[in-house]
C-alpha cells in the first residue's frame, strides 16, 4: 500500500455542519445549517437562457472549450473590477471562494507561521490554512467584527504574525461588519508590522440594513487580499470566484495557479460574462430580490425565537448568531433536544478557533436561515421554544 503524504496524514477531519455523533435528528426535520442560497433567488431561467445563446454563436461556444488565461476572461475582470473600484489588472478568477482563500494562504503564509484569525471563525479558513501551518492566534470578535485593539495589544506585545484572516461583512458566525474605524485601524497595523490581511467577503451584497462601511480603504492597501465569490448570489455549484490583489501579488498568485489548476473553467466564466455584462441591471436587480426574501426570512425566524435566545438583528447575510442566556442550560443538551424536536442547527462549539477552548461560542447557537422558507423558519422555532 502506498503510503499517505506527511501532509495528507495531518489533515484534520472537518467538525461543523452538523456533527451526526451530536444527536439524531427527527424524521422531517428543519435544517438550519449551512450558508445555503435560497431556491428561489437562484438565476435557474436565465442561466438556461445563456447557455442556450452561448451554445448557438459557433465561435463563443468553440472559444469557451478553449484555455482560458490564467487571471481570467478579461471582459469579466473588467466587470468586477468596475464593481470593487480597481484596475482590472489587480483581480484574478478563482474556482470558487475557498479556492481564493488556499491561493492567498499559500502566497502569504510561510510553513509554520502564525495567522491572526477570527474568534469565532469560519472552520473553511482553518482547513485550508492547514496546508501551510496550524499555528493561530484566535483575536475576539464583537458586535464591530474584529477587535483589532485585542490584535494591536497581541502584536505591541512581541507576537508576530504572517497574516490576519476575517470576515469582514455579516460575519459568519457572528453576524457582525468590521466597522470603517476598525478596517482603517486593521490597515494600519498590517503597514506598521508587516503582515497581509486576508478578507473573506462573499456576503457583502446580501445587505438588507445598516450602511456599508466600504472596501475603498481596504483596496488601497498594498497589505489587504480580498477574496469574493458569485457563491451567494449566482450560486455555489458554479464554482466561480476572485481575488483583488495588490499589484505586487498578482504575478505571485498567477504563478502559484499555473502549477495548481491553471485556470478557471471557460465556459462558467462565459455563462456569467454573459449575465452580468448584458447592460440592463440584471445583476443587480437578482441581487435585490434576494435580498428582499433574506429580510422576510431572518424577520421572521428571529421575531419567533424563544426569550432565551439572545439575538440583534442582522444587516445582512445569512445568518444568526443566538446567545443561550438562560445558565442553567446545557448547549449540548439543547442541541440533542432540539434534534430529536425536528430542528437542526450549529452548535456555537464548532467556531471556535481553538476548539480546546471555546469560551464564550460555546453558548451560542448558529442558525441558517437563506434556504428555508418563512413557514418552515416559523415552524422551526416553534420547535426550538418546545425543545428548550
Known amino acids: 500500500m502506498t503510503e499517505l503524504s506527511a501532509l495528507a496524514r495531518g489533515l484534520s477531519a472537518p467538525r461543523g455542519f452538523v456533527n451526526a455523533g451530536m444527536a439524531v435528528p427527527a424524521p422531517g426535520a428543519i435544517h438550519l445549517v449551512g450558508g445555503i442560497p435560497a431556491p428561489e433567488a437562484l438565476p435557474v431561467a436565465a442561466m438556461a437562457s445563456a447557455s442556450a445563446a452561448l451554445w448557438s454563436d459557433p465561435v463563443a461556444a468553440t472559444a469557451s472549450l478553449q484555455y482560458s488565461p490564467a487571471p481570467g476572461s478579461a471582459v469579466l475582470r473588467s466587470w468586477i473590477a468596475e464593481r470593487e473600484g480597481v484596475d482590472p489588472a489587480r483581480i484574478v478568477i478563482t474556482n470558487g471562494g475557498m479556492h481564493g482563500l488556499m491561493l492567498a494562504v499559500l502566497t502569504v503564509v510561510d510553513r509554520d507561521a502564525t ?163 448584458s447592460g440592463d441591471g440584471w445583476y443587480d436587480r437578482l441581487i435585490r430580490d434576494a435580498v428582499a426574501l433574506y429580510r422576510e426570512r431572518a424577520a421572521v425566524l428571529r421575531d419567533h425565537l424563544p426569550d432565551s435566545l439572545e439575538t440583534r438583528a442582522p444587516d445582512g447575510g445569512l445568518f444568526l448568531w443566538a446567545r443561550l442566556t438562560d445558565d442553567r442550560l446545557d448547549p449540548a443538551d439543547v442541541f440533542r433536544r432540539a434534534a430529536a424536536a425536528g430542528v437542526v442547527y450549529q452548535p456555537g462549539e464548532f467556531f ?27 415552524e422551526a422555532a416553534r420547535r426550538l421554544a418546545r425543545a428548550i
Open 115 to 277: 495567522v491572526a484569525v477570527d474568534d469565532p471563525v469560519f472552520p473553511g479558513f482553518l482547513w485550508a490554512l492547514e496546508i501551510t501551518t496550524r499555528r493561530i492566534l484566535p483575536v475576539p470578535v464583537d458586535d464591530e467584527g474584529l477587535d483589532v485593539d485585542h490584535l494591536a495589544a497581541r502584536l505591541a506585545a512581541g507576537e508576530r504574525i504572517a497574516a490576519a484572516y476575517t470576515v469582514p461583512t455579516f460575519h459568519n458566525p457572528a453576524q457582525a461588519t468590521l466597522s470603517a474605524q476598525r478596517r482603517h485601524a486593521l490597515v494600519a497595523l498590517a503597514d506598521r508590522y508587516g503582515f497581509h490581511v486576508i478578507l473573506d467577503d462573499p456576503y457583502r451584497e446580501l445587505r438588507f440594513a445598516g450602511t456599508d462601511p466600504g472596501t475603498a480603504m481596504l483596496h488601497a492597501s498594498d497589505r489587504t487580499i480580498h477574496v469574493n465569490s458569485f457563491t451567494k448570489t449566482l450560486g455555489p455549484g458554479l464554482r466561480l470566484g476572485w481575488l483583488v490583489l495588490p499589484d505586487h501579488l498578482v504575478d505571485p498568485v498567477v504563478r502559484l495557479r499555473n502549477r495548481l489548476d491553471v485556470h478557471t473553467g471557460a465556459v462558467t466564466q462565459a455563462l456569467v460574462e454573459r449575465l452580468v455584462t
Open 352 to 378: 471556535a478557533a481553538d476548539p480546546k477552548q471555546p469560551g464564550r461560542s460555546a453558548r451560542y447557537l448558529r442558525f441558517a436561515y437563506g434556504d428555508r422558507t418563512p413557514a418552515e423558519l416559523y
